[in-house]
């Protein structure tokens, strides 16, 4: 089992910045990738970002490639979102899955467990 929880979310106006975080417990963390996804109302859920088990390999969505940065602390067993020169379309909830083949891809099917989501709102 692994247990998921994310935080740092919130309402930041356009340009602004926010740093999700990512906490996992359960399983041993440094064996399993981690990917972040979001979700707007009325959409379906997107991938926004995936990090393999080392760290070594990243994955970004076209749509946020240059703004946002995903990173991982095993050591803290903590996945991290920074996100800069936020947009309103980047309004959403935000959920954090891991995946326990270690790949890190970019399709939510891959994932076998999921947090609980924590809102950005992004106002122009």
């Known amino acids: 089992q692994v247990q998921l929880a994310e935080s740092g979310g919130g309402l930041v106006q356009a340009g602004g910045s926010l740093r999700l975080s990512c906490a996992a417990s359960?399983?041993?963390?440094?064996?399993?990738?981690v990917g972040w996804f979001r979700q707007a109302p009325g959409k379906e859920r997107e991938s926004v970002a995936a990090?393999?088990?080392?760290?070594?390999?990243?994955v970004y969505a076209d749509s946020v490639k240059g703004r946002f940065t995903i990173s991982r602390d095993n050591a803290k067993n903590t996945v991290y979102l920074q996100m800069n020169s936020l947009k309103p379309e980047d309004t959403a909830v935000y959920f954090c899955?891991?995946?326990?083949?270690?790949?890190?891809?970019?399709?939510?099917?891959?994932?076998?467990?999921w947090g609980q989501g924590t809102q950005v709102t992004v106002s122009s």
């Open positions: 899955a891991a995946d326990l083949t270690g790949r890190g891809t970019r399709s939510p099917y891959e994932y076998d467990y």
């Open positions: 359960g399983r041993t963390f440094s064996n399993y990738a």
């Open positions: 990090v393999s088990w080392s760290g070594g390999k990243t």
